[in-house]
């Protein structure tokens, strides 16, 4: 039998608000446990939830870049459930009446496109956080750390249109694009700003009605992701292949022996006993809100890449490269603002800048290479100032150092060589020294010139201009 595989996801994304939901405390990740703090936040009697203006206003432009209906008529709800992590013993969420409804993202998987469709985008604060001394079935004590209680989270709910780990997988990249592209999240999944929880079932090929599915949670990353829900689809078909039930359950994912593993049967959502939060008026966008919103979107990344295999003639896979953050991408365009060869710009963004921004797992945003910095670079080279090669180590100090190049060619010794007379007589040396390679080019083989340009370029400690040096060569060749 041929099985297909259902998935829908639940993406929690803490909000970059400097500000928690409801109160003032700071919205900071690292600090000393329970150092940002306050009596709201802790859910001490008597205190009263203000809402944070801005973390309602980035559910709306995030609601808007995924194409979705924003509520004229949205309020928060009491979700109840006990767990020490959360100090009021109710979550402040929303229910029958989220900010956001519908829209789409767009994934892109093997060249192929796929809009993947939302339910919804609410607005409800994130818990605190259990700290368990070692593991937490082993652990005597767990401590509860409240500073991240009443952060702003943003849940993103997808429909079950993913049809397999691997589109799972790309949709979690394309919303952490996205919501870093919008500013409203830094999305560390190492550091729980981004978080997912995935809903999975089988069912046989052709079949319509969705099967039994369940609830995989703790998966930390784009990668365990992938791997947790092929485990749980595998082991699904398995059931199902041996006559067995699929039961409804939440089930957590081990990532060092790389199985889900039974965490509770699922709760109906009838026991969390949603009801209208009393001490929170509700919330009317005025319309003129929402386009004032609107008008501040920037170019998203899909019409971005579009934008820039029309205009600069990239290949997809190019474009695509260039837009993975909006940082990296407004680099480019201030670049091309100034210098007109895109595709200059783009082999070094993509080649050695890249490189380095790889080997030293860093963003661009955190090195010292400006585009300003880097037109230079490009410009020096243009000028025969700078070979390529030399420029590829001047490039690396500009990017720790934020220095401009010139300056860095000049401290490191490493200026292109464009005297003539200089050059002449490094020609002159390596011609007496290779009388071989000459003859070899008198009797017409060309290659033998590659040869001598070597050794010229060896005696410059590689500062001659290769330009020309080759035209010296060929000059004092053609004289004899
Ligand atoms: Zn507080």
Not at 290 to 314: K, T
Request: charged share 30%.
């Amino acid at each position: 039998m041929e099985y297909e595989t259902v998935i829908g996801l639940e993406v929690h994304a803490e909000l970059s608000t400097e500000s928690k939901l409801f109160c003032g405390c700071a919205n900071r990740f690292g600090a000393p446990p329970n150092s940002l703090v306050c009596p709201v936040c802790l859910g001490l009697p008597g205190v009263l939830p203000v809402v944070n203006r801005k973390a309602v206003e980035y559910i709306v432009l995030v609601g808007l870049a995924v194409g979705g209906e924003i509520a004229s008529y949205s309020k928060f709800d009491r979700k109840n459930y006990f767990y020490p992590d959360m100090p009021k013993n109710f979550q402040i969420s929303q229910y029958d009446l989220p900010l956001c409804d519908g829209g789409t993202v767009r994934i892109e998987l093997d060249g192929l496109k796929k809009d993947i469709r939302l339910k919804r985008v609410h607005l409800e604060e994130d818990t605190g956080k259990s700290v368990h001394g070692g593991t937490i079935d082993s652990s005597d004590f767990t401590l509860e750390d409240y500073n991240r209680a009443g952060v702003p989270l943003m849940e993103i709910v997808s429909e079950p249109d993913m049809r397999s780990p691997a589109e799972a997988h790309a949709y979690m990249e394309e919303l952490h694009r996205l919501l870093r592209w919008l500013g409203v999240s830094d999305c560390k999944m190492e550091e729980g700003s981004l978080r997912c929880d995935a809903n999975i079932s089988v069912r046989s090929k052709g079949e319509t009605a969705l099967g039994v599915k369940t609830e995989i949670k703790n998966m930390n990353s784009f990668r365990s992701v992938e791997a947790a829900l092929a485990c749980e689809e595998k082991r699904q078909i398995e059931i199902l292949e041996n006559g067995g039930e699929v039961l409804q359950e939440t089930r957590g994912w081990n990532e060092d022996r790389c199985i889900t593993f039974l965490m509770r049967s699922k709760e109906e959502v009838q026991e969390y006993r949603y009801f209208p939060e009393p001490d929170l008026v509700p919330i009317r966008v005025e319309p003129e809100k929402i386009e004032s919103i609107r008008a501040g979107l920037p170019e998203l990344p899909f019409d971005r890449q579009a934008r820039y295999m029309e205009q600069y003639n990239l290949e997809a896979d190019t474009a695509k490269a260039l837009v993975q953050s909006r940082y990296f991408s407004d680099f480019f365009d201030r670049c091309i603002l100034t210098y007109k060869e895109a595709r200059a710009v783009v082999n070094w963004l993509l080649g050695d800048v890249s490189k380095f921004l790889n080997e030293n797992n860093i963003e661009l945003e955190k090195t010292g290479v400006t585009p300003q910095s880097l037109v230079e670079m490009i410009r020096l080279i243009d000028d025969g100032k700078l070979s390529g090669k030399i420029a590829k180590e001047i490039l690396p100090e500009m990017m720790k150092s934020g220095e401009p190049p010139a300056a860095i060619a000049q401290k490191m010794g490493l200026s292109q060589e464009s005297d003539e007379s200089r050059i002449l007589e490094w020609v002159l040396e390596a011609l007496r020294e290779s009388p071989d390679a000459v003859a070899e080019y008198r009797r017409g083989k060309e290659k033998a010139l590659g040869f001598i340009v070597g050794q010229v370029m060896k005696k410059s400690r590689g500062q001659a201009n290769p330009g020309i040096v080759n035209k010296l060569i060929k000059q004092e060749l053609d004289k004899s």
